[in-house]
């Protein structure tokens, strides 16, 4: 190699590097506590589920397929250097994947974004979805949902500068983030119409934004902003009431009520047999919240 090719090469090394070391655009700041000791979930190895079409494909390949999120803290968040994710939903597809009869070492993760949540379920790009997903009426025209597992509320983020920002109604005329295809975004867009709504594909970015001052104020659930504060405290606060009611489920193709009741009964035994408390005290608990008792499971009939 001559010399000026070996200093490309070391350039295009030292780029590369600077670039990990920087994240990717919108990764979320990295300080904060890392993650606990994660509980071990034990496999229900006799369980079948023969009238469930995604379980029956998912046995077939050997492993489960799930959609998460990527880049929200103590949730769902993919450490850049390895590739692995950590967070309490996570955990909640992990201990699912064992009561479903696989191990949940192999389960195989898929950052889909909010807005693409619906399409992914319907295409079978994945078997089900966990990630800070609010069940709602709309939303179930399209998908199934087990669950609730945890009940979040939509509250705001701001610099810790901010003395102005208290609620919802404080937002007439300043830039506000959210994403796409979110009930936060759908909630400011139609009951706070003066607010000047920025959206983009994930809260990272939001977040990005707001500690460059491009807008005032990143809106989503509060378990979320929990995290992005706790990650960064001398930066960012969240205020004020949580101004909805978000419950969380496991999203799952709408056709699949078998899948939909067996997420349900996994979903009851974990709870009942410690492991969602383990789960959240290892994860979301570190952001400083002491574990909630889950909300009750919504077992809705067939549609
Ligand atoms: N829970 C809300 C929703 O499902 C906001 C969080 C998210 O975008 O995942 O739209």
Same mark, same amino acid.
């Given at each position: 190699m001559t010399r000026a090719g070996r200093v490309c090469v070391v350039l295009a090394l030292l780029l590369a590097s600077a670039a990990a070391a920087c994240g990717r655009a919108g990764s979320p700041p990295t300080r904060g506590p890392a993650t606990g000791r994660l509980p071990v979930y034990q496999v229900d190895k006799g369980f079948r589920l023969p009238a469930s079409p995604t379980w029956r494909r998912a046995e077939r390949?050997?492993?489960?397929?799930?959609? &998460?999120?990527?880049?929200? $803290? *103590?949730?769902?968040?993919?450490?850049?250097?390895?590739?692995?994710?950590?967070?309490? #939903? %996570?955990?909640?597809?992990?201990?699912?994947?064992?009561?479903?009869?696989?191990?949940?070492?192999?389960?195989?993760?898929?950052?889909?974004?909010?807005?693409?949540?619906?399409?992914?379920?319907?295409?079978?790009?994945?078997?089900?979805?966990?990630?800070?997903?609010?069940?709602?009426?709309?939303?179930?025209?399209? &998908?199934?949902?087990?669950? $609730? *597992?945890?009940?979040?509320?939509?509250?705001?983020?701001?610099?810790?500068?901010?003395? #102005? %920002?208290?609620?919802?109604?404080?937002?007439?005329?300043?830039?506000?983030?959210?994403?796409?295809?979110?009930?936060p975004y759908q909630r400011i867009r139609d009951a706070y119409p003066k607010a000047v709504l920025v959206a983009y594909d994930s809260y990272s970015v939001c977040v990005d934004n707001l500690l460059t001052y491009q807008v005032d104020a990143v809106t989503t659930d509060d378990a979320i902003l929990i995290g992005y504060a706790a990650k960064a405290?001398?930066?960012?606060?969240?205020?004020?009431?949580?101004?909805?009611?978000e419950p969380y489920g496991i999203g799952v193709p709408r056709a699949d009520d078998a899948l939909r009741f067996a997420l349900d009964d996994a979903l009851a035994a974990r709870e009942k047999n410690g492991d969602w408390k383990r789960a959240y005290e290892a994860t979301l608990g570190l952001s400083g919240v002491p574990a909630p008792t889950p909300p009750p499971i919504d077992r809705y009939p067939a549609p």
């Open positions: 390949r050997g492993h489960l397929v799930v959609g &998460v999120k990527e880049d929200q $803290p *103590y949730l769902g968040e993919k450490d850049p250097a390895t590739g692995a994710y950590a967070g309490f #939903d %996570i955990e909640i597809a992990r201990m699912m994947a064992a009561s479903l009869g696989f191990d949940p070492t192999t389960t195989r993760f898929v950052t889909i974004a909010s807005a693409n949540r619906e399409t992914a379920l319907q295409n079978g790009q994945i078997d089900f979805y966990v990630g800070t997903y609010t069940i709602n009426d709309l939303r179930k025209k399209l &998908v199934g949902f087990a669950g $609730p *597992y945890y009940l979040a509320g939509q509250s705001l983020l701001v610099r810790r500068d901010e003395d #102005d %920002i208290h609620g919802p109604q404080d937002l007439d005329g300043r830039r506000v983030c959210s994403v796409a295809g979110s009930t405290p001398d930066e960012l606060k969240v205020v004020g009431r949580p101004f909805s009611k």
